[in-house]
Structure formats: C-alpha cells, structure tokens
C-alpha cells in the first residue's frame, strides 16, 4: 500500500468521523443532554480538522493536480460551508434554549457531507 492510499483511508476516516457525530445530534437532539451534544460536535470538528489535513496531504501528493478539478473546488466550498455551519452549531448548544436550530444545522451538515461524498465518489465531468 503506498503512501497517497493511506492518505485516502485517513481521509475517509475523518470524514466517518465527522458525519457520525453530526448525525447522531440530528436524529436525537431532544434526547441528549447538551454536555453529550457538545463532545459530539467536539468529535465531528476533530474529524473535519483531519478531513483538511488529508484533504491537503492528498493533494500534496498529487502535484496539485487535483486541485484544478472543477467537482474538487466545489467540495471545497462545501467544506467551509460545513465549517461554518459546525461553528453555528457550536454556538447553538451553548445557547440555553436553542436546541430547536440544532436539528436543522446537523441536517444542513449532514445533506453537504453527501454532497461531498458524491462528488468524491463520481467525480463528474
């Protein structure tokens, strides 16, 4: 296995690791407490942070090739989007009273995280 493989597995992993815990808050928002909202999204912003550093370690190790691909770009927008929708969603659980936007965030989460596994699987033309 070379090294740009292990890359992708760990990109992949991020990505696990990000998804689960956003999904998790937009299945069952009303039956966690907030401290379990909170590491969960803790959990789901460590992932994001590695699915960056894989995501740039990848194409690093392309030469930059990659990065001239139209559905790569879009991935990218998406990506800063989902962070600032986990930064929102970080705020909403801090805010006592708010859990009514938790629900919709995770799920606008969740739908780009589609998104961007589609464009990674397919990679349209």
Do not use: D
């Not at 942070?49 to 392309?62: D, P, Q």
Request: aromatic share 6%; hydrophobic share 60%; net charge positive.
């Amino acid at each position: 296995m070379n090294p740009y493989s292990w890359v992708v597995a760990l990109h992949v992993m991020s990505v696990v690791a990000c998804a689960g815990p956003v999904l998790a808050l937009a299945l069952a928002t009303e039956g966690l407490p907030a401290p379990a909202s909170q590491r969960l999204v803790r959990i789901s912003s460590i992932g994001l942070l590695g699915v960056l550093v894989t995501g740039i370690a990848a194409i690093a190790m392309t030469a930059g090739a990659l990065a001239h691909l139209w559905w790569l770009r879009l991935s990218f927008l998406l990506f800063l989007t989902i962070g600032a929708l986990t930064g929102r969603l970080r705020r909403a659980l801090r805010v006592p009273g708010s859990p009514g936007a938790v629900r919709p965030l995770a799920w606008a989460i969740t739908v780009a995280l589609g998104l961007v596994v589609y464009l990674m699987e397919a990679k349209p033309l």
